[in-house]
């Protein structure tokens, strides 16, 4: 799979990228959790992660994000609850 960096892409790195043989995946909801040393509350990301989930939903949480790190399990176990399915992109048409 390949995610374009900022979602900035044009046909011909679509065209290459799938010559490659990568499938380009966008997501639907990011949130600004990637300035290492100006992280979110964890109460301000859990806010926003709730309000911008939805179904069909491809979320882009940062993994240098510590306080995506912290607010992780939360945040799965609060979208299972809710009747979220978590499934591989394997599984996207």
């Known amino acids: 799979f390949f995610r374009p960096p900022m979602g900035k892409y044009s046909k011909e790195s679509l065209q290459i990228t799938k010559e490659l043989g990568y499938k380009t995946i966008f997501w639907s909801f990011a949130y600004k959790d990637w300035l290492i040393n100006d992280q979110p509350s964890e109460g301000y990301a859990l806010s926003k992660i709730s309000s911008g989930s939805h179904p069909g939903c491809i979320m ?34």
Do not use: C, Q, R, W
């Open 60 to 93: 882009l949480l940062h993994a240098v994000s510590n306080t995506n790190t912290k607010i992780l399990k939360k945040v799965l176990n609060d979208l299972k609850s809710e009747g979220y399915e978590f499934k591989s992109l394997n599984e996207l048409p």
